[in-house]
């Protein structure tokens, strides 16, 4: 809050933006409100929306701790989507699915966010294609293309742990 040299005073809700937070979290909140805002006038320049979500298996999410490395993962899934002809997109990471007691629409357990406590990353995509001819052809060539990505993460973590016993002895 503050006032200004008119003696005039104002008021502003102080908000973090994080999809974990109680107030901000929520569907509806002033934030995801604001989200949704800024995303429809960008959708409504698609000719026809398509809706995709990537997402790891239980085994392999402890690679996508790092900030980094989602970083790098979205760029690299934005240039094959180009290479594969997709021209307009939007992106947005989730970090948890939905609560399991509500179903992803708030209780006391999930602190009325809807969201689950287990970290499962996953990656919404918006597309500017409704419909994908050959749609099994097209999966499992993005299912081949993220699991060679989950190879390149696992052999670059097997090395540092190497590099980590050379160093410092057995764990």
Known sequence: SGSCKGGHKFAAPYLCGKDYCQECGKDGSPIHQRRVSRWIPLMEQFTSLGYL??????????LFLDKAI????RYQLKRKLLRDGF????????????CQSCSGYGCNYCNDTGSGSEFHPHLNVFIDKKYIPNLKEFLSGYERWIKLYVGRLLDAEIKKRILL???????
């Open 53 to 62: 979500v990537f997402t790891f298996p239980k085994s392999v999410r402890f």
């Open 165 to 171: 016993i050379e160093k410092y002895g057995s764990i």
């Open 70 to 73: 989602l970083s790098d993962f």
């Open 87 to 98: 021209k307009k997109g939007l992106m947005r990471w989730h970090w948890f699915g939905d």
